[in-house]
């Protein structure tokens, strides 16, 4: 028989087999999300949402104090977060733990940006829009929240006259009583030059906790030798990491003056502060201040 015969004999070919439906990813079985909880639902539960969601009691009848109120609270949690990355760090500082300590530094960059995004809801506020409910704040002012009070102390600008606003509420006060007393992020980050070799003074090394730092021409001359130095070395990136924060802070305090000052001018602040005087004054100051000084001398 010739090929061309068989060829036209030949049987339809089969049809291909069904394929089986692609899996779900993860290996999970796709189903409908579980919708029924007994009371709260377990994510209710882990972020507290209806402790946040209802934790706002306005005080006036203008509907631009929600945003202002909500943004505030925003404001504190972030200063809850970054208080926290920043006792990490001064924790694994002491024990030589530097791949913590820089980590928790660089997660507190993004929540420092973050912090200071919340301006913005409030940064075109007009006198007129934050007069409407400057009055339902009364005395409140910013300078009496106690978690931003132990974000300044952890940088190092301590004043135990600070704590007095909060005498009324034991807990705050012991918090704030406590940060008082303990080092520094800055102070840790001294003492692990001094173990490192670095010529830091025993006066700066064990000076009174409770007191503002004060910048040391000894400590800008240990700067300056770890700068001139290697630039893989991990103290020139620790130096970075701080100043990085640094410059967070500075925009935070610019951001909070302006903010002020396009909404109330020169008028005394709430809670009795002489306003963007105050805040102009804050604004000056240098956190971690060697770390910019010495950039002269490299």
């Known amino acids: 028989m010739s090929h061309s015969s068989s060829a036209s004999q030949a049987s339809p070919s089969p049809e291909p087999a069904p394929q089986p439906a692609p899996s779900c990813p993860f290996g999970q079985a796709e189903a409908d999300p579980n919708l029924d909880f007994k009371g709260t639902t377990p994510y209710e539960d882990y972020v507290q949402a209806e402790l946040l969601t209802h934790a706002q009691h306005l005080l006036s009848d203008d509907p631009g104090e929600m945003a202002f109120l909500v943004t505030t609270q925003v404001m504190e949690l972030w200063f809850t977060v970054i208080v926290h990355e920043w006792h990490t760090a001064a924790q694994a500082l002491r024990s030589e733990d530097l791949p913590t300590a820089m980590d928790a530094l660089r997660r507190s960059t993004y929540e420092l940006e973050a912090l200071n995004a919340a301006w913005k809801p409030l940064a075109r506020l007009t006198p007129a ?88 021409p000894a400590v800008e001359a240990a700067w300056t030798e770890i700068y001139v130095g290697d630039p893989e070395n991990e103290l020139v990136r620790l130096g970075e990491a701080l100043t990085d924060v640094a410059e967070l802070v500075w925009r935070w305090r610019n951001d909070h003056l302006v903010a002020t000052r396009r909404a109330m001018g020169a008028k005394m602040g709430t809670g009795g502060s002489s306003g963007v005087a105050w805040l102009e004054k804050r604004a000056r100051k240098n956190v971690f201040p060697e770390l910019w000084t010495a950039r002269s001398h490299v």
């Not at 009496?144 to 006259?161: D, P």
């Not at 001294?190 to 000076?207: E, F, K, N, Q, T």
């Open 129 to 216: 829009q934050f007069n409407a409910y400057r009055g339902a704040l009364g005395e409140g002012s910013g300078f009496q929240s106690a978690m931003y009070r132990r974000l300044e102390f952890l940088l190092g600008e301590k004043s135990a006259s600070m704590l007095v606003p909060h005498r009324g509420a034991p807990r705050e006060y012991a918090e704030l009583e406590k940060a008082l007393h303990e080092p520094s992020l800055w102070d840790e980050v001294l003492r692990l030059l001094d173990r490192r070799g670095y010529a830091i003074p025993v006066s700066v090394l064990h000076r009174d906790p409770t007191l503002k730092y004060e910048p040391h």
